[in-house]
Protein backbone atom coordinates (compact mmCIF):
# COMPACT_ATOMS: atom_id res chain seq x y z
CA UNK A 1 0.00 0.00 0.00
CA UNK A 2 1.41 3.37 -0.82
CA UNK A 3 0.18 7.36 -1.54
CA UNK A 4 1.34 7.84 -4.75
CA UNK A 5 1.84 12.07 -5.06
CA UNK A 6 1.88 13.26 -8.82
CA UNK A 7 3.58 16.66 -8.83
CA UNK A 8 4.92 19.31 -11.15
CA UNK A 9 7.38 21.88 -10.64
CA UNK A 10 5.99 25.73 -9.79
CA UNK A 11 2.76 24.02 -8.54
CA UNK A 12 1.70 26.17 -5.45
CA UNK A 13 -0.35 23.73 -3.92
CA UNK A 14 2.14 20.96 -3.91
CA UNK A 15 4.74 23.49 -2.20
CA UNK A 16 1.84 23.78 0.03
CA UNK A 17 1.39 20.28 0.72
CA UNK A 18 4.97 20.67 1.34
CA UNK A 19 5.06 23.11 4.30
CA UNK A 20 1.73 21.65 5.71
CA UNK A 21 1.79 18.32 5.58
CA UNK A 22 5.15 16.66 4.02
CA UNK A 23 7.38 17.05 7.57
CA UNK A 24 4.97 15.05 9.38
CA UNK A 25 3.53 12.36 7.19
CA UNK A 26 5.84 9.51 8.19
CA UNK A 27 4.92 9.89 11.34
CA UNK A 28 1.47 9.74 11.11
CA UNK A 29 -0.69 6.47 11.34
CA UNK A 30 -1.55 6.80 7.48
CA UNK A 31 2.06 7.45 6.58
CA UNK A 32 2.81 4.41 8.28
CA UNK A 33 -0.09 2.41 6.51
CA UNK A 34 0.21 3.99 2.83
CA UNK A 35 3.83 5.97 2.58
CA UNK A 36 4.23 8.62 0.17
CA UNK A 37 5.80 7.80 -3.18
CA UNK A 38 6.17 11.32 -5.53
CA UNK A 39 5.79 10.99 -9.46
CA UNK A 40 6.44 13.77 -11.77
CA UNK A 41 2.79 13.91 -13.41
CA UNK A 42 4.94 14.04 -16.84
CA UNK A 43 6.80 10.98 -15.54
CA UNK A 44 4.93 7.12 -15.42
CA UNK A 45 4.13 6.10 -11.86
CA UNK A 46 5.01 2.53 -12.88
CA UNK A 47 3.61 -0.09 -14.51
CA UNK A 48 2.85 -2.06 -11.51
CA UNK A 49 -0.03 0.38 -10.74
CA UNK A 50 -3.43 0.21 -12.55
CA UNK A 51 -5.11 3.97 -12.29
CA UNK A 52 -8.83 4.60 -12.57
CA UNK A 53 -8.14 7.30 -14.64
CA UNK A 54 -5.90 9.68 -16.11
CA UNK A 55 -4.11 12.32 -13.51
CA UNK A 56 -4.65 15.35 -14.77
CA UNK A 57 -4.11 17.96 -11.98
CA UNK A 58 -1.18 18.26 -9.42
CA UNK A 59 -0.96 17.45 -6.56
CA UNK A 60 -3.22 14.07 -7.11
CA UNK A 61 -2.73 11.77 -4.61
CA UNK A 62 -3.35 8.04 -5.25
CA UNK A 63 -3.78 5.39 -2.69
CA UNK A 64 -3.01 1.97 -4.02
CA UNK A 65 -2.85 -1.20 -2.90
CA UNK A 66 -1.66 -4.32 -4.68
CA UNK A 67 -1.18 -2.31 -7.91
CA UNK A 68 -4.81 -1.11 -7.79
CA UNK A 69 -6.15 2.11 -7.02
CA UNK A 70 -8.32 2.85 -4.13
CA UNK A 71 -9.48 6.09 -4.31
CA UNK A 72 -7.67 9.46 -5.25
CA UNK A 73 -7.43 13.33 -3.69
CA UNK A 74 -7.48 15.71 -6.36
CA UNK A 75 -5.47 18.93 -5.43
CA UNK A 76 -4.60 20.27 -2.08
CA UNK A 77 -6.63 23.28 0.30
CA UNK A 78 -5.66 22.38 3.61
CA UNK A 79 -4.44 20.05 5.91
CA UNK A 80 -7.98 19.44 7.20
CA UNK A 81 -9.22 18.52 4.28
CA UNK A 82 -6.40 16.32 3.11
CA UNK A 83 -6.22 14.46 6.57
CA UNK A 84 -10.54 14.20 5.96
CA UNK A 85 -10.23 13.01 2.84
CA UNK A 86 -7.32 10.70 3.29
CA UNK A 87 -9.25 9.09 6.21
CA UNK A 88 -11.92 8.30 3.88
CA UNK A 89 -9.85 6.25 1.99
CA UNK A 90 -8.33 4.30 4.19
CA UNK A 91 -11.74 3.31 5.54
CA UNK A 92 -12.52 2.20 2.28
CA UNK A 93 -8.99 0.36 2.02
CA UNK A 94 -10.04 -1.14 5.24
CA UNK A 95 -13.54 -2.18 3.92
CA UNK A 96 -12.36 -3.63 0.81
CA UNK A 97 -9.12 -5.48 2.13
CA UNK A 98 -10.06 -9.41 2.98
Not at 65 to 86: H, K, N, P, V
Not at 88 to 98: G, N, S, V
Request: hydrophobic content about 40%; aromatic content about 10%.
Amino acid sequence: TELVMFERAGCVYCAKFDRDIAPIYEKTDEGRLAPLRRVPLSGEASGDIHLASPVRFTPTFVLVDRGREIGRITGYASDEAFWGLLGALTDKLARERP
